[in-house]
């Protein structure tokens, strides 16, 4: 998500705006932890870490994705549950399917995990500040950001999202007409549409497509990566023919 920058008279003032806020990192990675602690101690002073959820809430979580590829992201579902529109997404830039499972569990906005400060003070501010569901300017590019990176600005229908969902799972055609009870012809039909609608030709690109778009997948992590970065010049090649009929 791309925020807008803020001089840096206003960035040291930001959070000085607020009382202290109550910050929780949670990363598999020591070193994240530590860089982002060390980042936001350097750039304001009104921030206290919690180290433990159990005995004191936070104001904000900030949640590294990677740690979707270690779990099932019941832990970022606990944590969204327990601090409503105060979690953000640490996005890393190879595996924006991380980033998109992750706001599909419950976080409120995502910021790349090698932002300059400013960018990640200013996501901070708006979301203690509930800005991220106002109507203002940081709610609209927030909900802009979401749609791209959740794949809603596709319009899938509701049939067309559930099946698209189980193409990308690993079912068969076979499969999927036995789970929703509807015909063969029925489920060619609609996946037909779904991928004219994501701008793919197979069922391989539409996997990628519902992987880098946060939908659940057969592949493990390792292999999610590899098989997305490897048919993405399919995927481009795809659309660029579509553009072209």
Sequence with gaps: MSFSRTPTTRRRSLLAELTVVRIHVISAEPVIRAGLRCLLSGHTENVVFVDDLRFQAADVVLYDVI???????QDLVAIAMSHPCRVLAMARTLQPGLTARA??????????????????LTAIHDLVEGRFHDGSAADR???????????????????????????VAGASNKEITAELGITANTVKSFIRT???????????QAV????????????????RL??????????????????AQ
């Design 226 to 243: 590899h098989h997305s970065l490897l048919i993405q010049d399919g995927i481009r090649r795809a659309r660029e023919q579509r553009a």
């Design 208 to 223: 990628a497509w519902g992987v880098d778009h946060g939908f659940p997948s057969h592949f493990d992590d390792a292999e």
């Design 67 to 73: 740690g979707l590829r270690l779990g099932d992201g």
């Design 141 to 167: 590019a927030n909900r802009c950001d979401r749609e791209h990176r959740l794949g809603l600005e596709v319009h899938l229908t509701p049939r067309e999202h559930e099946i698209l969902s189980l193409v």
């Design 194 to 204: 779904a991928y004219w609608k994501i701008g793919v030709t197979t069922r391989a």
């Design 103 to 120: 706001l599909r569990l419950g976080a409120t906005a995502a910021v790349p995990l090698g932002a300059e400060p400013e960018e990640l």
